[in-house]
């Protein structure tokens, strides 16, 4: 389908600042890479850690590549590259409550049934855990994330199951 690199194409790499320092530039190399894209033409894990996100900070690209995520996911993609990533979009939307955060979970947000198709295709336990945490995060309507769990319980990891990702982060909407 190649949706990976026309997000990524859409993407003004050059004007955003990388964790790294350097422009972003790198990270359409590094993107193409993970989805197997790349020189290899195969998927090759490249750690974007302190590029577009730190454990205390999300960097100035994590929305273009929240985008690029989704992309991939609507794309075809193998198994391992898609779980790369659904870890990567969970890096976009969990942890810090900031205006850029906030705005990777509304890109995000656009990919929800997505995310719920991960959810119950049953390709993968662990891909289906992930997608659900990223759910918790994102999904305003409790009612539905309560049914899909239901449903979903008996392939997802325990703590989908209990509901105790719940309690780490706050959906848009949630008091």
């Known amino acids: 389908m190649n949706l990976i690199e026309r997000e990524i194409a ?3 790499w050059q004007s955003m600042r990388c964790g790294c320092g350097d422009t972003a530039e790198h990270l359409a190399g ?20 302190e590029h577009v996100w730190s454990p205390a900070t999300l960097w100035e690209p994590a929305p273009a590549v929240t985008s690029v995520a989704l992309a991939a996911l ?3 993609l ?23 955060a ?3 979970q509304a ?3 656009q990919g929800i049934w997505l995310l719920y198709e991960e959810v119950m295709s049953r390709r ?22 309560q049914r899909v769990r239901e449903i979903a319980a008996e392939w997802l990891p325990v703590c989908c199951r209990t509901g105790l990702c719940d309690d780490e982060f706050e959906a848009p909407g949630r008091a």
Do not use: K, N, Y
Not at 135 to 145: C, G, K, N, Q, Y
């Open 30 to 49: 590094d993107l193409r890479q993970l989805a197997g894209r790349g020189p290899e033409q195969r998927p090759v894990h490249v750690s974007l850690e």
């Open 78 to 100: 193998a198994p391992l590259a898609r779980g790369w990533f659904l870890e990567l979009l969970q890096r976009m939307v969990a942890g810090e409550h900031t205006e850029r």
């Open 74 to 76: 609507a794309d075809e």
């Open 124 to 145: 993968s336990p662990a891909d289906a855990g992930d997608a659900f945490e990223i759910l918790t995060v994102i999904e305003p309507d409790r009612a539905r994330l």
């Open 102 to 104: 906030e705005h990777c």
């Open 107 to 109: 890109i995000a947000a």
């Open 10 to 12: 859409r993407q003004d």
